[in-house]
Every structure is written in C-alpha cells, then in structure tokens.
C-alpha cells in the first residue's frame, strides 16, 4: 500500500526518562547527545530530550504524580494543579508541542519494564497516524502492539498531546538498571520507527497488507482482603509469560500455601483466549494493576492511514 508524495521538513521529538527510574532510554539519550553520528537519523530533525529531570536526579518514577498520566487537557488547564509533573507538562508543550517554540509532529516516548513484555509498541487509540508508524514498524521488526483504548482510569498519556506518536517499551529490566539488550532493543526500535518515518517525509510509505494488534479490554488486580492486602501473588505459570493467552480455568493467582486461583471471566461462559501484557510491572502495584488483559486482532491496513502520516510531515 502506497501514499502519496511529501517530502516536507518536520521535527520528531523523543523523549526518555518519562519516568526518573528507567535507566535506559536516558543513558542512551546522553549517548546519542554526545555522539549524534551513532543515532541513524534519516535525516529527520530531532528533539532529545529527558522528559522528567527532576525525577531523574533522584531515581524516582515521579516527584508528585506520573508524568505519563499529566498530560490530561483538564490537568493543563487548571491554574490550580502545580503539581511538578503538570507544570514539566506544560513546560513540554510550550518547547515541542505542536504550538510550541520548536514545534514537533510526532513524539516517541521510550520507556522500559519490569514485565517481559520484550520490544513493544504501545498505541493509545485510534489515530491514523499512530495506526500507520506502528503498522510500518511492525512489517520491519515484527513487534507486538499493544492498542491501549476505552480505559478510563488511565489516561493524560505524553504521545496523546502530539499528532502522531507511539510508546517503545522495552522488557524486562529492573527499575535503575541498565543492561545492553534493552538498550540495544530501544535503538532497534527507535531506528525502526525514524525509518518509517523518512518514508514518509519522502512521500515512500508503504505499509503492510495488515497488522496484528493486542486491544486492551481492562486490567486485573491481585486479589485483595478487606484491609486491602494481596490474599494472592500472581502464579508461577503467569509470571513472565506475557502475550502467551490464557483460558477461563487456567491458573492465574497463587496463595500463600500454594493453592491455585484460577482466571475466571467477568462474564460467565466466556470460554476465550485472552493475552496478558504488562504482568507484575513493578510501577502498577499503586495503580492497582496486576496485569492487563487484550483480545489479539487481525486488521486491514486502510490506505488513509499511511496518507495521514505522509500529509502531517509534508510543508
């Protein structure tokens, strides 16, 4: 599938360290600063930037709330909301927002996880251009995407707030560790996604017949007593499994004794196979979030896809 020509000028910006303890993204990030020649630019015009330095310096996820939960329109435009994160938000947006002083089209976040969720993309919704970078991304690569949508507890995502972008998520790593397998899965990625968009820019976009997504349908929590504390840890055959399905019966928690809590449905007779992502994420617990779960999708490629993206980086 083919879009049109382009061949406008237009400014990526990528962002790590989102969250101050993931480690990885911002040591590359100093890298690629230090040493431009080492990132394969396809001579797209880049923003490096460390999205939380605050954060950073003290090797914590976040100083007041998520950054990647301080993008809600709502939150920006409260004077009342001085949150750290919301005013490093704003701050964002007035440098590389789409109105900003050096505006970017499209943002791609990097982050890490705890979970095995090895080299991802996670999409928030359904924008054409979205679909179409990580549709290219995916022919290249073969990475899964996670369609992250209809979840209202969690949202105000960075990417949100520009044209296009997507999440690269990297797994599984301990929090403040940084190990060159993740580091080296994040550039893949990284290249990956520039390519596809220098094709774009070029008017050379060519997608896939189709692409594979896993669409969030909600998210579990460990079972729970009254007072609040886990009566279960995830099970041994869940841990590091994720986008292997589960079925209705199978084992998902476990007790303190070892007794098996079995994955049951919240709609009785639903005998499908679902796919866990993001399990046992170290950052989730707070969220209330032992894992997520999603319905594995096959979609056509629509040519408005690549024609959207081709058209937001062309002049």
Known sequence: ???????????????????????NAPWLLRHWQAEPETLERQGLELELVLGNPEAWAARRRYLDQDLNRSFALELLADPARQQRE????????????????????????LHSTTAAMGNALVVYGRRPTDLALA???QADLGLPIY?????????????????????????????????AQICRQSQLALDAALGALARARAGALRLPVGLTVHRHLGSLDLPRGADGAPEACLHPLRQHRDWVPIRPGDPMFSSADGRPVPYQPACDGVDERLWPVFINEAAYGEKGIALSLTRRERWPCERAWATALVELLAD
């Open 1 to 23: 599938m083919a879009a049109g020509s382009g061949g406008g000028s237009a400014r990526v910006l990528v962002v790590a360290g989102t969250h101050g303890n993931e480690c």
């Open 86 to 109: 919301v005013r490093r938000a704003r701050e964002l947006l007035a440098l590389h927002g789409p109105g900003g002083e050096r505006p970017c089209a499209v943002a791609l976040d």
């Open 135 to 137: 549709a290219a991304i």
């Open 147 to 179: 369609l992250h949508e209809a979840d209202t507890a969690q949202t105000g995502f960075l990417i949100e707030r520009w044209p296009c972008g997507l999440v690269i998520e990297v797994g599984p790593v301990p929090q403040g560790v940084i190990t």
